[in-house]
């Protein structure tokens, strides 16, 4: 399968985070730390590393500070403008089908934010990740679990991928570890929400 863009892309989930991209990345939102361990624990030390979707740039930060070679991205300029302000460092912006790189990265962090791409779209944007990667590379993403895509209250548009959903989607590129983990969390919205934790390690 080949790196292709998405076309419909929801134009709600971007205003919202246009809107509320101040109160989104100030809010208390520590690193998540025991996630960034086991990520990084699979990454060479020093290892180039980046980061979709980064939000207010915690994770980020984090990362920096334990001295990788962090690209930090995010769709949203509004986002990645709070994000400069926390890293003093420039914040790309980056749409996911814009990526272009051909086994640049160590590691690809892509926590809470692939859940917005349209389903029928998260096959080509994998496809773009898995080409940045290099052989060995670690990817790691996020999503919130369902079973049928759909908006919050908020008016996200968020995929809701099933496991086997998941599995089917990432089966299609080669990959020589893949594991999904469960786990019960929060979310902006403040409620319980059941998420899905993705890693893979790309084939050599």
Same mark, same amino acid.
């Given at each position: 399968m080949t790196c292709n863009g998405m076309a419909d892309r929801d134009s709600r989930t971007l205003n919202f985070y246009a809107a509320e991209a101040e109160a989104y990345t100030s809010r208390e939102r520590p690193a998540e730390l025991a996630v960034l361990e086991r990520f990084l624990a699979l990454v060479p030390a020093g290892g180039a590393i980046l980061e979709l979707g980064c939000g207010g740039g915690q994770d980020s930060e984090t990362m920096i500070a334990a001295g990788y070679d962090v690209t930090p991205t995010d769709g949203s300029p509004e986002i990645a403008l709070? #994000?400069? $302000? +926390?890293? %003093? +460092? &420039?914040v790309a912006v980056l749409r996911f089908e814009d990526l272009n790189e051909d086994a640049r990265y160590d590691g690809v962090f892509a926590h809470a934010c692939l859940l917005h791409v349209p389903r029928a779209g998260l096959p080509g944007i994998i496809a773009c990740i898995h080409k940045a990667l $290099? &052989? %060995?590379g670690i990817f790691f993403a996020s999503f919130k679990a369902g079973t049928r895509e759909g908006h919050d #209250?908020? %008016?996200r548009y968020f995929n809701y991928p099933s496991e086997d959903w998941l599995r089917s989607t990432y089966g299609a590129f080669e990959w020589q570890a893949f594991n999904i983990e469960a786990k019960v969390g929060g979310g902006y919205d403040g409620k319980p929400t059941d998420w899905l934790h993705v890693t893979a390690v790309k084939g050599q």
């Amino acid at each position: 399968m080949t790196c292709n863009g998405m076309a419909d892309r929801d134009s709600r989930t971007l205003n919202f985070y246009a809107a509320e991209a101040e109160a989104y990345t100030s809010r208390e939102r520590p690193a998540e730390l025991a996630v960034l361990e086991r990520f990084l624990a699979l990454v060479p030390a020093g290892g180039a590393i980046l980061e979709l979707g980064c939000g207010g740039g915690q994770d980020s930060e984090t990362m920096i500070a334990a001295g990788y070679d962090v690209t930090p991205t995010d769709g949203s300029p509004e986002i990645a403008l709070q #994000a400069e $302000k +926390r890293l %003093g +460092r &420039p914040v790309a912006v980056l749409r996911f089908e814009d990526l272009n790189e051909d086994a640049r990265y160590d590691g690809v962090f892509a926590h809470a934010c692939l859940l917005h791409v349209p389903r029928a779209g998260l096959p080509g944007i994998i496809a773009c990740i898995h080409k940045a990667l $290099k &052989p %060995g590379g670690i990817f790691f993403a996020s999503f919130k679990a369902g079973t049928r895509e759909g908006h919050d #209250a908020f %008016g996200r548009y968020f995929n809701y991928p099933s496991e086997d959903w998941l599995r089917s989607t990432y089966g299609a590129f080669e990959w020589q570890a893949f594991n999904i983990e469960a786990k019960v969390g929060g979310g902006y919205d403040g409620k319980p929400t059941d998420w899905l934790h993705v890693t893979a390690v790309k084939g050599q």
